[in-house]
């Protein structure tokens, strides 16, 4: 089993930054790909971001590619996503995810283990 707690989220006005943090708990924490998610208001789940077990590989969504940077630390079970350059659409709850492999994907039905989310507001 694994559990994972999102934090870092708030308020922040466009342009401005956030980091948002995953924190897990559990065994074999560097078994997991991790993958960030986002809901926004009236919108499916998308993929937002995604790391290897090893934080090797990482891969982005068009959409956030070149503002938002993605890491991880294992020996403190944790994965970063840094966001700079915040607008407006990227208002949702960000989700963080595990899958049991060592390549990550942005597509939401391949993890096993889900954060509760943490809200991001982008607005002035």
């Known amino acids: 089993q694994l559990q994972l707690v999102e934090s870092g989220g708030g308020l922040v006005q466009p342009g401005g930054s956030l980091r948002l943090t995953c924190t897990a708990s559990?065994?074999?924490?560097?078994?997991?790909?991790i993958g960030w998610f986002r809901r926004a208001p009236g919108k499916e789940r998308e993929g937002v971001s995604c790391?290897?077990?090893?934080?090797?590989?990482?891969n982005y969504a068009a959409s956030v590619k070149g503002r938002f940077t993605i890491s991880r630390d294992n020996a403190k079970n944790t994965v970063y996503l840094q966001m700079d350059s915040l607008k407006p659409e990227d208002t949702a709850i960000y989700y963080c995810?595990?899958?049991?492999?060592?390549?990550?994907?942005?597509?939401?039905?391949?993890?096993?283990?889900w954060g509760q989310g943490t809200q991001v507001t982008v607005s002035s």
């Open positions: 995810a595990a899958r049991p492999f060592r390549r990550c994907e942005l597509r939401d039905n391949t993890y096993e283990y």
């Open positions: 559990g065994l074999n924490f560097d078994y997991y790909a």
């Open positions: 790391i290897s077990n090893s934080g090797g590989g990482t």
